[in-house]
């Protein structure tokens, strides 16, 4: 990977085989909190190594998507599932607006990528806190847009397909960025 500025991504270099590979064995909630920390570690994989510049740009015009704002949206999942969900916390949304319902997408100047990281590793921390005694049949507390309850079972789920999904797109973004590929 060549960069024309210091990186801008985590200060602690994943390689790709160190990252947690899920257990082909385990129990159910093993199982599944080991798929979704694998998705985490691998987006944070795909942001490795590049710079600010690399990490804020859009190279699939028309689209929009860049690996920040993949950050940006994924600490926005993290939040509404596990804690406004599932917890029923009230919380605001961190990026998104009713003006702006893809606002964690659209950035400024100043939104730079070291602070969505650490506000993404600061959500998964706080999931991960949110869920660690409850069983998998545990109903939410809260509800979703559409009012609908749901197990934590779904939303462990719903996550690993929702990084697995966003993960894909990380590749291609990263392909068009650097050349960079990998699983």
Same mark, same amino acid.
């Given at each position: 990977?060549?960069?024309?500025?210091?990186?801008?991504?985590?200060?602690?270099?994943?390689?790709?085989?160190?990252?947690?590979?899920?257990?082909?064995?385990?129990?159910?909630? !093993?199982?599944?909190?080991?798929?979704?920390?694998?998705?985490?570690?691998?987006?944070?994989?795909?942001?490795?190594?590049?710079?600010?510049?690399?990490?804020?740009?859009?190279?699939?015009?028309?689209? +929009?998507?860049?690996?920040?704002?993949?950050?940006?949206?994924?600490?926005?999942?993290?939040?509404?599932?596990?804690?406004?969900?599932?917890?029923?916390?009230?919380?605001?949304?961190?990026?998104?607006?009713? +003006?702006?319902?893809?606002?964690?997408?659209? &950035?400024? !100047?100043?939104?730079?990528?070291?602070?969505?990281?650490?506000?993404?590793?600061? +959500?998964?921390?706080?999931?991960?806190?949110?869920?660690?005694?409850?069983?998998?049949?545990?109903?939410?507390?809260?509800?979703?847009?559409?009012?609908?309850? &749901?197990?934590?079972?779904?939303?462990?789920?719903?996550?690993?397909?929702?990084?697995?999904?966003?993960?894909?797109?990380?590749?291609?973004?990263?392909?068009?960025?650097?050349?960079?590929?990998? !699983?």
């Amino acid at each position: 990977m060549t960069t024309t500025d210091a990186p801008a991504g985590p200060t602690a270099p994943i390689d790709p085989a160190q990252r947690p590979e899920p257990a082909t064995t385990a129990g159910e909630r !093993e199982m599944l909190e080991g798929w979704l920390e694998y998705h985490r570690a691998t987006l944070a994989w795909k942001c490795q190594g590049l710079t600010e510049e690399q990490l804020r740009r859009a190279p699939l015009a028309p689209s +929009e998507l860049t690996l920040l704002g993949l950050v940006r949206h994924l600490t926005e999942v993290e939040r509404y599932w596990f804690r406004i969900v599932m917890l029923g916390e009230d919380l605001p949304d961190l990026y998104s607006t009713r +003006e702006d319902v893809d606002g964690d997408f659209h &950035f400024g !100047e100043a939104d730079t990528f070291d602070h969505g990281r650490r506000m993404w590793q600061g +959500e998964i921390e706080l999931a991960r806190a949110a869920v660690a005694e409850l069983p998998l049949d545990a109903q939410s507390v809260g509800r979703s847009r559409h009012g609908e309850v &749901f197990n934590l079972r779904w939303i462990y789920t719903h996550m690993i397909e929702e990084y697995a999904r966003h993960n894909g797109h990380a590749d291609l973004l990263r392909e068009q960025i650097d050349g960079a590929t990998g !699983e």
